[in-house]
Every structure is written in structure tokens, then in C-alpha cells.
């Protein structure tokens, strides 16, 4: 094959974020924090940008529903709480899915606070200290009600209400 011939991108084992946001019409910025966030898995940082190895990320596609509308159920069938809980160092992501909080909001938190005591560094990209994290929650309460992801309340309210008036059904019985 010579220089001016293009491999076609079906054929292509490794893939850079914008090949692989265009093959899979996913956004840029949403496949380039899937290759950050699945790095050995599918995803694999060289040099300085990341890529994505074409035939494992169709396999993740194909056990992973990512493209959902429901995210909390996506978010579900790709991390379990319980396994999140035992471990020492979190993602962004995980983060999220695992103290409920707002991804909009925690990452806003990054960055615009400096020094905060659950943040580490590996290389460029940050990662949570799960356990720091929590007494950073627990010793801000202000903070923690502000990263509150807005569809938990919803839920959380929708069920206290389900279960008031249950109970009312009940003691009316």
C-alpha cells in the first residue's frame, strides 16, 4: 500500500479518537473519556493523545450498553457499587456513579478548587482517593448537597412520597 492510499477505518486496528468518534458516531468528547476512563481495556495512551483499538471497543459496545438513554441504568451494568466500594482509587466517572453526585458538578469541583485532599495525579489525568473522598463529603456537608446529582433527589423524593403515603394507607387500614 503505498503513502497515498488510506487503510479504511473497518480495517484499521487502532483507531485515534476522532477515527473512532466518527466510526462509531459517538462525540469527540465522549469517546475520548471513554478511552481515558477504559485505558487497557480498549483504550491506550501513546506518545501524548489516546487510541482506541477498533475490535475491543466493539466488543465493549457490544456487553456494555453505553448508548442508553437511562444512564443511571448504564451506569449500573457497567460498575457495580459494591465492587467500587473495595476499591482504593476511583475515576471520574466512578466517582459519580458511586457517591450520586452530579458529573457536571464534581467536575466543576476540580476545577476550580485547588489542593483538594482526594485528588492524585497519574501523569496528566486525575484519579480519586475513594476513602479521602468520603471524609471530604462527610466534613462538607454543604458541599456534598451541592454535588448532588439532580435525579437522585427526584428518585429519593418520588419514593419518601410513595412511602408517606403508603404509610397513611396503612394506618388508615
Known sequence: MSKKEKMPTSEKYLLNIQE????FSIGIKKMRRLAEDNLGIFGIYSGNRYLVIRSKFEEF???????????????ESIYNREQLNNKDILNIE?????????????RD?????????????????????????????????????????????????????????????????
Do not use: C, W
Open 20 to 23: 473512532a468518534a466518527d466510526y
Open 94 to 106: 466512578e466517582s459519580v456513579f458511586l457517591f450520586h453526585l452530579s458529573r457536571r458538578k464534581f
Open 61 to 75: 459496545l457490544q456487553n456494555n450498553p453505553i448508548l442508553e438513554e437511562d444512564e443511571e441504568v448504564v451506569m
Open 109 to 173: 469541583l476540580l476545577e476550580r478548587e485547588e489542593d483538594l485532599p482526594f485528588i492524585a495525579f497519574y501523569r496528566k489525568r486525575k484519579i480519586i482517593i475513594r476513602v479521602e473522598l468520603e471524609n471530604y463529603l462527610e466534613a462538607n456537608p454543604e458541599i456534598k448537597e451541592e454535588l448532588k446529582s439532580g435525579k437522585s433527589r427526584i428518585s429519593e423524593k418520588k419514593r419518601r412520597e410513595t412511602q408517606s403515603v403508603t404509610e397513611r394507607r396503612i394506618d388508615q387500614g
